[in-house]
T-cell receptor, first 115, second 110 residues
Framework: DTGVSQNPRHKITKRGQNVTFRCDPISEHNRLYWYRQTLGQGPEFLTYFQNEAQLEKSRLLSDRFSAERPKGSFSTLEIQRTEQGDSAMYLC?????????????FGPGTRLTVL | TQLLEQSPQFLSIQEGENLTVYCNSSSVFSSLQWYRQEPGEGPVLLVTVVTGGEVKKLKRLTFQFGDARKDSSLHITAAQPGDTGLYLCAGVWGTYKYIFGTGTRLKVLA
C-alpha cells in the first residue's frame, strides 16, 4: 500500500498527558499538511511542510502543539498537556508539489479522545 | 474561522432523487476542489475546477465553479445509497493553501 499512513489510528489519553502522532506520506511527496477535524465539520488547517521546512502554522495552533518533519520524510505532531478541547480527528495529507492545483492525498486520520 | 460556507449542512433523501450542494465564500480562489469523506477515512478528491464558469461532469455528479471564482455547486442526479458521505469543498489559495468548507452530510436512503 503506497498511500498516506497515520499511527496510531485511535488514542485515548487523560487530560494533561502528552501525545505524539506520526504520518508517513506518499513517497517522494514533498508537501505535507496537518489538519484537525471535529465531527461533521470540514478539516481545519494546522500546519504545512515543504520538504523538512515548516512554512506555515495556523494561528489556531497554541504553543502546546508542535510538528516536525525531519529529513523531509515522515512527520510527527505532538500535543503537550492535552485538554478536552483537543479531542478531534487529526488528519495528515501529502501532495506531490507539482503544477498547482495539487491533489491532496489524505491518511485515515488519528482520532484523539482526551478524558 | 471557516471562510467557505456549505449548504445545506445535512441532507437526507430517497434513492433516485436529485440534489444540489452549495459552497460559498467572499474570497476569490485560484481553484476549488470537491472531496468526499466516508466515516473513519480521510477525504478523497472528486474534482478540481480552475476557470470561472467551468463545469465538470463525473458520471452523475456535475460541478460548477462560479464566474467570479468565489462559489461552487455540486449537483447529483439520481442519487444512490453509495453517494452517502460527507461532501467537502476546498478553496485553493495560491499554490499550496487549502481552505475547507463546513461540510454537507448526505444520506441516501434505499
Amino acid at each position: 500500500d503506497t498511500g498516506v499512513s497515520q499511527n496510531p489510528r485511535h488514542k485515548i489519553t487523560k487530560r494533561g498527558q502528552n501525545v505524539t502522532f506520526r504520518c508517513d506520506p506518499i513517497s517522494e511527496h514533498n508537501r505535507l499538511y496537518w489538519y484537525r477535524q471535529t465531527l461533521g465539520q470540514g478539516p481545519e488547517f494546522l500546519t504545512y511542510f515543504q520538504n523538512e521546512a515548516q512554512l506555515e502554522k495556523s494561528r489556531l495552533l497554541s504553543d502546546r502543539f508542535s510538528a516536525e518533519r525531519p529529513k523531509g520524510s515522515f512527520s510527527t505532531l505532538e500535543i503537550q498537556r492535552t485538554e478536552q478541547g483537543d479531542s478531534a480527528m487529526y488528519l495528515c495529507a501529502s501532495t506531490p508539489g507539482l503544477s498547482p492545483p495539487d491533489t491532496q492525498y489524505f491518511g485515515p486520520g488519528t482520532r484523539l479522545t482526551v478524558l | 474561522t471557516q471562510l467557505l460556507e456549505q449548504s445545506p449542512q445535512f441532507l437526507s433523501i430517497q434513492e433516485g432523487e436529485n440534489l444540489t450542494v452549495y459552497c460559498n465564500s467572499s474570497s476569490v480562489f485560484s481553484s476549488l476542489q470537491w472531496y468526499r469523506q466516508e466515516p473513519g477515512e480521510g477525504p478523497v478528491l472528486l474534482v478540481t475546477v480552475v476557470t470561472g464558469g467551468e463545469v465538470k461532469k463525473l458520471k452523475r455528479l456535475t460541478f460548477q465553479f462560479g464566474d467570479a471564482r468565489k462559489d461552487s455547486s455540486l449537483h447529483i442526479t439520481a442519487a444512490q445509497p453509495g453517494d452517502t458521505g460527507l461532501y467537502l469543498c476546498a478553496g485553493v489559495w495560491g499554490t499550496y493553501k487549502y481552505i475547507f468548507g463546513t461540510g454537507t452530510r448526505l444520506k441516501v436512503l434505499a
